[in-house]
Structures are given as C-alpha cells and as structure tokens.
C-alpha cells in the first residue's frame, strides 16, 4: 500500500532553515509526481511546492519562492523540502502528498514551527 513518511520537523527561529524529507513506498515512485502542502492552525491546507516524477518541473507558492526548495531521489524514494529563511508564518504542519490511481495519498504530517 501507498505509505508516505515525513521527517525533519522542528522548533527554529526567524531566519533558521530545515529541510523535511518524505520516505514513499508502495508505488513506482520515480513516475509519480510529488508535492508538499502546509495547513497552519485555523487556515486551509494550501499547496507548498509540487515537483514531476524526473526532478525537472517545479511550482511553487509566492509565499516560498525563492527560500524553499524541492528535491528528489529516485534512488531512495525520497522528496526533500529545504526550507531557507523562514519566518513566522510559515508555522504549520507539512505534509507529503502524492496521487496513485487517481486517488491522493497524504503523509501523516511533520510540524514546523517558527518562533523566537
């Protein structure tokens, strides 16, 4: 079965960095494509970054352009979300997602949380 696992969250301050990581298995995931999303408390979950299943394509949210970064390892079937210069409003739990089957799978979320 589809399982996706995120690790790498954590309390930083204004400014820090983290990079989270998303472990999948159960689908042929060098041909899938993947996203991150956030949902911060008393808000909708709202789509973060989403990358093809090569590596090539990326999109990301205004709010992260040019300080998050995605990656990925077909090898390890790992997605990765370097996050840079993060601010306060970036505290949300994150989650991993992919579509198999026409049906979306979510991870069970890693929190991050921006704070002085």
């Known amino acids: 079965q589809v399982q996706l696992v995120e690790s790498g969250g954590g309390l930083v301050q204004p400014g820090g960095s983290l990079r989270l990581s998303c472990a999948a298995s159960?689908?042929?995931?060098?041909?899938?494509?993947m996203s991150w999303y956030r949902q911060a408390p008393g808000k909708e979950r709202e789509l973060v970054v989403g990358?093809?299943?090569?590596?090539?394509?990326?999109n990301y949210a205004d709010s992260v352009k040019g300080r998050f970064t995605i990656s990925r390892d077909n090898a390890k079937n790992t997605v990765y979300l370097q996050m840079n210069s993060l601010k306060p409003e970036d505290t949300a739990v994150y989650y991993c997602?992919?579509?198999?089957?026409?049906?979306?799978?979510w991870g069970q979320g890693t929190q991050v949380t921006v704070s002085s």
């Open positions: 159960g689908f042929t995931f060098s041909r899938t494509p």
């Open positions: 990358i093809s299943s090569a590596g090539g394509g990326t």
């Open positions: 997602n992919t579509n198999v089957d026409r049906r979306a799978y």
